[in-house]
């Protein structure tokens, strides 16, 4: 079965520029989260999906922040305009049930804005 | 204001020996509690969690402890093995949102042969 895939792995940008990053949840969980890691510093939460609906997204910065979930299957995170302390690791995750403990990791985009 | 801390953000241990990772939190709202293992360009991993109405859980080499008077967990891993080496996060999480992960900053853990 496959994990949890984000794209891409990578993505170097300018301020002022858009990005926009993909996730890929495992086949059949209702539950998507995004969290970033800035500067090696904690994993922080961003927001949760259910299907389709935002269930929480008490963690986004600022409204240059925007992530959809279409369909209640893959989710993008929008960034426009990108600012420098944007850079991080972003993070998907899904999950099935309401543990935590099962919730599963992608492998994050490392976004760098110059 | 930072609600679950790992104040060692590195940590080196000889092979076969013991190692432990602390995580301390604030939030009496907490009522599980993870830890997490990442690999350089990899997403964290489960490793184990803790209900706040156990004090201890084991699997395999590795065995959580909560002490819920002091607001500290900490991760044994017994015998360290080279393959333990990678970055450690602690999480938690509160009945109100209990998919919604708050971690701390990491240690990375080194096992040395």
């Known amino acids: 079965e496959a994990g949890v895939t984000q794209f891409p792995s990578h993505s170097v940008i300018e301020k002022g520029q858009t990005v926009t990053l993909r996730c890929d949840p495992i086949?059949?969980?209702?539950?998507l989260y995004w969290y970033r890691r800035v500067m090696g510093k904690e994993i922080k939460f961003l927001l949760h999906?259910?299907?389709?609906?935002?269930?929480?997204e008490s963690g986004m910065p600022n409204n240059r922040f925007l992530a959809e979930r279409t369909g209640g299957t893959y989710s993008t995170l929008k960034v426009q305009p990108a600012e420098l302390e944007d850079s991080g690791v972003y993070f998907c995750?899904?999950?099935?049930?309401?543990?935590?403990?099962?919730?599963?990791f992608g492998p994050g985009t490392r976004l760098t804005v110059l | 204001d930072q609600q679950v801390k790992q104040n060692s953000p590195s940590l080196s241990v000889q092979e076969g020996r013991i190692s432990i990772l602390n995580c301390d939190y604030t939030?009496?709202?907490?009522?599980?509690f993870l830890w997490y293992k990442k690999y350089p360009a990899e997403g964290p991993t489960f490793l184990i969690s803790?209900?706040?109405?156990?004090d201890k859980n084991e699997d395999g080499r590795f065995t959580v402890f909560l002490n819920k008077s002091a607001k500290h967990l900490s991760l044994h891993i017994v015998p360290s093995q080279p393959g333990d080496s990678a970055v450690y996060f602690c999480?938690?999480?509160?009945?109100?949102?209990?998919?919604?992960?708050?971690f701390g900053q990491g240690t990375r853990l080194t096992i040395n042969p």
């Open positions: 995750a899904s999950s099935q049930g309401v543990l935590a403990g099962g919730t599963f």
């Open positions: 086949s059949g969980h209702d539950n």
């Open positions: 999906f259910v299907k389709e609906s935002k269930q929480d």
């Open positions: 939030n009496s709202m907490f009522d599980y």
């Open positions: 803790i209900s706040s109405i156990k």
């Open positions: 999480a938690a999480s509160a009945i109100q949102g209990a998919q919604k992960l708050v």
